[in-house]
């Protein structure tokens, strides 16, 4: 089927003719009814003595339009080229993946549906997906231990009728997974939804939850989050917070242990085009106690929206700290 779909789109882009728009950073409009989109990353990291450097991410964006109807797709290559402590030698080791395709339907402001595989929707970090775009080169705790990054499922979203400008959203997955292996946690069955305020571009406030099990570790959990960002002066500040309820599943033992995860981070212009961010993570597991912190400092320089060169050192308690950096363009 990954071989079917791909092979479709690879056809339907390179055979349409119409009237073609390029402007870098925003893609190629051919004639309103399909666009295409690209980019790249780069990423490097050391911790102790161990370091790896990758070119990481090649992608091809695209979605073509046929009234209210359109059909998103993402394909990565990644792993195109590494360079790795661990290993003696550098290696090749492309890996073609699809990490969206989706069909939308958009009836109007109040009410839409995407079917398919998509971003789970929820809360600030989990939206942003692409390198270029995000303030800094880690991702924060809430966005790879709490919830699936991706659904292979329904979504329903839209506005609610009001002048008030929220928003919500509904997902559900009952079914396999496309390319369940390039998610961070393993799931046929998620239910979950989502309502935001929003008051302007630089302000808002949301609340989320829902139920998934994931089966590796074959446990249940409910998940409830807050979240929300504003402006204030010349700063940037956002966060998140979540609580999961965890059950074990396993018939030997049905004991059910609590965590919980933050993140707040701030971002303030240094200089022209240059950004620092302080991100501080925060997590406690009762299952074992564990407690985690992490302080991650990164300078993002940002030429243009689309383009972002980023180094970050991220402290861990009781953990080597790493040292990171990447480079990423989205065309």
Same mark, same amino acid.
């Given at each position: 089927?990954?071989?079917?779909?791909?092979?479709?789109? !690879?056809?339907?882009?390179?055979?349409?003719?119409? %009237?073609?728009?390029?402007?870098?950073?925003?893609?190629?409009?051919?004639?309103?009814?399909?666009?295409?989109?690209?980019?790249?990353?780069?990423?490097?990291?050391?911790?102790?003595?161990?370091?790896?450097?990758?070119?990481?991410?090649?992608?091809? !964006?695209?979605?073509?339009?046929?009234?209210?109807?359109?059909?998103?797709?993402?394909?990565?290559?990644?792993?195109?080229?590494?360079?790795?402590?661990?290993?003696?030698?550098?290696?090749?080791?492309?890996?073609? /993946?699809?990490?969206?395709?989706?069909?939308?339907?958009?009836?109007?402001?109040?009410?839409?549906?995407?079917?398919?595989?998509?971003?789970?929707?929820?809360?600030?970090?989990?939206?942003?997906?692409?390198?270029?775009?995000?303030?800094?080169?880690? %991702?924060?705790?809430?966005?790879?231990?709490?919830?699936?990054?991706?659904?292979?499922?329904?979504?329903?979203?839209?506005?609610?009728?009001?002048?008030?400008?929220?928003?919500?959203?509904?997902?559900?997955?009952?079914?396999?997974?496309?390319?369940?292996?390039?998610?961070?946690?393993?799931?046929?069955?998620?239910?979950?939804?989502?309502?935001?305020?929003?008051?302007?571009?630089?302000?808002?406030?949301?609340?989320?939850?829902?139920?998934?099990? /994931?089966?590796?570790?074959?446990?249940?959990?409910?998940?409830?989050?807050?979240?929300?960002?504003?402006?204030?002066?010349?700063?940037?500040?956002?966060? /998140?917070?979540?609580?999961?309820?965890?059950?074990?599943?396993?018939?030997?033992?049905?004991?059910?242990?609590?965590?919980?995860?933050?993140?707040?981070?701030?971002?303030?212009?240094?200089?022209?085009?240059?950004?620092?961010?302080?991100?501080?993570?925060?997590?406690?597991?009762?299952?074992?106690?564990?407690?985690?912190?992490?302080?991650?400092?990164?300078?993002?320089?940002?030429?243009?929206?689309?383009?972002?060169?980023?180094?970050?050192?991220?402290?861990?308690?009781?953990?080597? %700290?790493?040292?990171?950096?990447?480079?990423?363009?989205?065309?």
């Amino acid at each position: 089927m990954r071989k079917i779909t791909f092979a479709f789109l !690879l056809f339907y882009t390179f055979s349409y003719g119409g %009237d073609l728009f390029y402007q870098f950073g925003r893609g190629l409009n051919i004639d309103n009814h399909l666009w295409l989109g690209s980019y790249i990353s780069i990423n490097y990291w050391k911790k102790g003595s161990e370091n790896e450097i990758k070119f990481d991410d090649i992608a091809l !964006l695209s979605k073509i339009f046929f009234g209210k109807f359109s059909l998103f797709s993402e394909f990565e290559a990644n792993n195109i080229y590494v360079s790795s402590s661990s290993r003696k030698n550098k290696y090749w080791d492309i890996e073609f /993946e699809i990490e969206r395709i989706f069909l939308s339907y958009h009836y109007n402001d109040f009410f839409n549906i995407k079917i398919g595989r998509f971003l789970t929707p929820l809360g600030i970090w989990n939206k942003i997906h692409i390198d270029a775009l995000k303030w800094t080169v880690s %991702d924060p705790l809430v966005s790879t231990a709490f919830f699936p990054m991706f659904t292979t499922g329904i979504n329903i979203n839209g506005y609610f009728p009001t002048k008030e400008n929220i928003k919500y959203e509904f997902f559900i997955q009952k079914n396999k997974s496309i390319n369940s292996s390039y998610n961070n946690l393993k799931t046929e069955d998620i239910i979950g939804f989502q309502v935001e305020k929003l008051f302007d571009v630089n302000k808002k406030i949301g609340i989320n939850g829902g139920i998934f099990e /994931e089966e590796k570790a074959q446990e249940e959990y409910k998940f409830l989050g807050l979240y929300g960002k504003t402006k204030i002066k010349s700063f940037f500040f956002s966060s /998140e917070v979540y609580y999961a309820n965890e059950k074990s599943k396993k018939k030997v033992k049905h004991k059910e242990y609590g965590k919980i995860t933050y993140y707040l981070q701030l971002v303030k212009r240094i200089f022209n085009k240059t950004y620092f961010i302080f991100r501080k993570d925060g997590l406690y597991d009762t299952s074992d106690k564990h407690h985690v912190d992490i302080w991650t400092f990164t300078l993002n320089f940002r030429p243009r929206f689309n383009i972002s060169f980023k180094v970050e050192y991220q402290f861990y308690e009781r953990k080597d %700290d790493y040292i990171r950096s990447s480079f990423a363009v989205l065309f």
